[in-house]
């Protein structure tokens, strides 16, 4: 096999440029089956109003709130305004927390809406009891029924306002797509729909304009803004063959694209996708926050039971009824319910502006366990691609000459190795050539400036009758692919390509170093490859010559050892590796069957981005614990003082008061859940 041939099959990788990630939020637990967030904000915000608006009166002119203050209503009649209304608000302002205790009910789930439900019912009904005199008058709660349908109402506008924010990364996606397009048809340009446009038709993106779907340049040249898609902060330059994502920007010059791909099979579309699936997956720390409202039910039904069986013992029904229905309004698990989805939504929404896509909330929450990151070595830690490493000139001639000769003879060949060459000759003046010959398994030859000019490996050097450079046993040894340059016949220099590596690597590795973190490479490729990468990175430690059947088990390998391990790959031989770990990280230049697999998509191609996760996943997890302390911590505290445990010391929480301060408890969860927004997850900074 020639070394041309070598590096075809070497490292000749098919990219997928900038695939799918992304977040959508997810239904919040025990809201009663919400679908989403986007409508209900608006629909508590007017319900909020409304409800407020009808609650002054019912709470002014009620008779006992009347008492409370001191002062008298003006007439008998009046009297009846507050139950009307406080009817009309049972009905209506209520009806959000009855619909969704019914539904918590049937599906055997009970929590905080059937608290809330259970609490007003009884409220409502003691309350005309009370009103039509048959119970006590003190048993009078249409103000403290009006407050706390209000109160909860807003907390919930509140909660649905700040969940809401958190799909703003969908809307960004969806905001990409620019609203018309311009087709080529003849010599001439058609303003369609994006929606319209069909594979193979060739659009025109003019400068500062955005691609209205994924294609490959046909004509032009220009540098597009990807920054939305991957995170890239510098425009990435893009020319003929080149491919597209729609709604990047040509920030510079105007393109002909001929589209590859629409509607959903666009790489922004899958984006959209994983945002939605990444909002949707179940997490086990959420699972963990619907057990504690779960149990909290219960604990506010036998606390509740306690309360009304204690205070009638002690000859008091009326402050049993009192103290019970206090108890089941302080016990509602509002903050609980709202401390992981807003977390963990926020989080996915942060991460997804950084570039690094959530598809799995469990990968997300796993990742600051983790202690070994392995990484895949080509088209991870190297860039797939061979790249001109070294270059040795012989026999009087100079390395840029060197390098130009190779190049002005390659210069006509399509090749990825004459690529790399042409690439590396970008700084030099390359001459003019003519009579281009390739040859398979041998090289290429052409004529620059008179005299016949051949590059090409170890069949080359045979046939013309000449021996290599000394220095290839060298570049051979650390795994290098060899060229030869001939003039005439005669070897003036060598070549040193590889498969170049990142230099964002290095950075990412160090960084990693520094956290504790151990770093494994895995590669199909030989020893003597593999080992001058590790060497060159500072890599703890490698697996050289791995078939793509055994990553997985390498993986494994190292979970046996009691490692818990994030894979970030980016190759089809990376899927089953990145569905073994305990955190699949897909490189997002990588393949559709390797993101599939993976919990984490790197949009962009930096490795580095995997410190990103990593600090993303403590800090997230740290607002996780501080959200469930304060909510579940408030209940247990405020229940036992709603059953009245402190009345023989004359301290009683009135029920007003307790749901003030339950409400209270949710903005502080949502609030800090909001210092998640001023988290700075760049890598570049991370790595620094």
Known sequence: MSQHEHMMSHGDHEHVDHE??????????????????????????????????????????????????????????????????????????????????????????????????????????????ATLGMLHHELEFWWELALLIVIMLLGHWIEMRSLAQTTSALDSLAALLPDEAERVEGESTVTVAPAELRVGDVVVIRPGGRAPADGRVVQGTASMDEAMITGESQPVRRSEGDHVVAGTVATDSGLRVEITAIGDDTALAGIQRLVTEAQNSSSRAQRIADRAAALLFWFALAAAAITALVWTLIGMPDQAVVRTITVLVIACPHALGLAIPLVVSI??????????????????????????????????????????????????????RLIALAASAEADSEHPLARAIVQAAAHVAVPSSSGFASSPAVGVRATVDGHRVQVGGPYLLEQEGVTELPVADEWRAEGAIILHVLVDGRVVGALRLADEVRSESRQAIAALHARGVQVVMITGDAEA????????????????????????????????????????????????????????????????????????????????????????????????????????????????????????VGFVLPMSVGAILMSLSTIVVALNAQWLRRLDIRPERLAA
């Open 20 to 129: 799918q990630g992304g977040a959508e939020h997810s239904e919040h637990a025990g809201h009663g089956g919400h679908a989403g967030h986007g409508d209900h904000v608006g629909q508590f915000r007017r319900l909020f109003w409304i409800m407020l608006v009808v609650a002054i009166p019912a709470v002014v002119f009620s008779n006992a709130f009347a008492m409370l203050l001191g002062y008298q209503l003006p007439s008998a009649w009046v009297m009846w305004i507050s139950p009307v209304l406080g009817t009309v608000m049972y009905a209506w302002g209520g009806a959000p927390f009855l619909t969704g205790a019914v539904q918590e009910l049937r599906s055997r789930a009970p929590g905080m809406m059937l608290l809330i439900a259970l609490a007003i019912t009884v409220a409502f009904f003691a309350s005309w009891g």
């Open 347 to 400: 989080a996915t929404e942060r991460a997804a502006r950084s570039g690094v896509l959530v598809k799995d909330r469990l990968a997300l929450e796993s990742m600051r366990t983790v202690d070994t990151v392995l990484f895949d070595k080509t088209g991870t830690l190297t860039k797939g691609a061979p790249a001109v490493t070294g270059i040795h000139p012989v026999d009087g001639i100079d390395g840029d």
């Open 529 to 648: 490859v593999a080992a001058s990468v590790a060497s060159e990175l500072g890599i703890d430690r490698y697996f050289a010559g791995v078939r793509p059947e055994d990553k997985a088990a390498t993986v494994k390998q190292l979970q046996d050892e009691g490692r818990r391990v994030a894979m970030v790959g980016d190759g089809v031989n990376d899927a089953p590796a990145l569905a073994q770990a305990d955190v699949g990280v897909a490189i997002g230049a990588g393949t559709d069957v390797a993101i599939a697999s993976a919990g984490v998509i790197l949009a962009s191609d930096d490795p580095r981005a995997v410190l990103s996760i990593m600090e993303l996943s403590r800090a997230s997890y740290r607002k996780m614990k501080q959200n469930l302390w304060w909510a579940a911590g408030y209940n247990l505290i405020s229940v036992p003082l709603a059953a009245g445990v402190l009345a023989p």
